[in-house]
């Protein structure tokens, strides 16, 4: 049986001499910390990150991802890049290998 002294503390004997070793205090004290880090946390939490919040573009930004981008990936973008496929595939044939052979 260990005996306490009503704040959930132990009293420890050793020998003759007792020593209390009470950590009522600190165990309230974290106890209190680790609570308000838990709330802070919440708090920050609700908040949405930057990089999560919807984007408004402006006139111009939407003029140009409605007119000029598909111009410029139809003429430029989409050539260039069938152009470097079709050279990588031709390359890996001359090595008997085929493009998915390279995804493993």
């Not at 009522?24 to 939490?45: D, E, G, H, P, W």
């Not at 919040?53 to 991802?65: A, C």
Request: proline share 4%; glycine share 4%; net charge positive.
């Amino acid at each position: 049986h260990i005996p306490t002294h009503g704040c959930g503390c132990f009293w420890l004997r050793q020998a003759a001499s007792v020593v209390a070793s009470c950590v009522c205090r600190t165990m309230s004290f974290y106890r209190a910390l680790s609570k308000q880090l838990i709330k802070n946390y919440v708090n920050q939490r609700a908040v949405v990150p930057w990089y999560q919040q919807e984007q408004k573009l402006s006139i111009f930004e939407e003029w140009v991802k409605d007119t000029v981008y598909p111009v410029w990936f139809k003429y430029i973008k989409g050539p260039y890049e069938r152009y470097q496929y079709e050279h990588n595939v031709a390359d890996l044939r001359m090595y008997g290998l085929m493009f998915d052979d390279q995804h493993n």
